[in-house]
């Protein structure tokens, strides 16, 4: 594999990892499992994106998602 294609699996393993946080943090504030947490994040593909890029870390991207759900 080139350096490249190294890259872009290190960022990817890198998202991955942060998804599962914020999966994590929004399970932990609603007190569902991380199965129906999973669910309530992949809902928000707008917010985890714009959070991404922007570099906010779980905590506010869950809560940016938790608002949303609300809402």
């Not at 350096?3 to 932990?28: D, I």
């Not at 609603?30 to 870390?57: F, H």
């Amino acid at each position: 594999m080139h350096a490249v294609g190294v890259l872009k699996l290190q960022y990817r393993l890198s998202y991955t990892a942060w998804e599962g946080e914020v999966v994590e943090v929004v399970a932990e504030a609603l007190q569902v499992s991380r199965s129906d947490a999973s669910g309530v994040v992949e809902a928000q593909p707008l917010y985890m994106q714009q959070s991404w890029s922007i570099g906010l870390d779980a905590q506010q991207t869950a809560s940016k998602i938790l608002t949303a759900a609300q809402c």
